[in-house]
């Protein structure tokens, strides 16, 4: 069975930073690109980075140069490190399977985490 588990969301202020973290399994992690998706309130979802399994990273516009994403295959685990936050980044973020994955296919629990929210207000 698939599970990815998502940690490290919290409150912070703008210009703060988070780290969360996907603990994965189920499959074999090495071999699979993985990615962040988040939703903030009354939004749609949006694509946020992705990773593939030959260390290739690309990142949404927006979180460009703010945000990196990471793994370690020795663990099972992806993470998202979340600095200069903005009010605009609040959101529940979710690990997902794939690099670029097809957002339709939310929440179905196979490729999607239950998600950690991030909330950023002064």
């Known amino acids: 069975d698939v599970q990815l588990v998502e940690s490290g969301g919290g409150v912070v202020q703008p210009g703060g930073s988070l780290r969360l973290s996907c603990a994965a399994s189920g499959f074999i992690f090495s071999e699979s690109g993985m990615s962040w998706v988040r939703q903030a309130p009354g939004k749609t979802l949006e694509w946020v980075a992705g990773?593939?399994?030959?260390?290739?990273?690309y990142y949404a516009e927006s979180v460009k140069g703010r945000f990196f994403i990471s793994r370690d295959n020795a663990v099972n685990t992806i993470y998202l490190q979340l600095n200069s936050l903005k009010t605009e980044d609040t959101a529940m973020y979710f690990c997902?399977?794939?690099?670029?994955?097809?957002?339709?296919?939310?929440?179905?629990?196979?490729?999607w985490g239950q998600g950690t929210q991030v909330t950023v207000s002064s």
């Open positions: 997902a399977k794939g690099f670029r994955p097809d957002l339709s296919t939310f929440p179905q629990r196979e490729l």
């Open positions: 990773i593939a399994t030959y260390q290739y990273t």
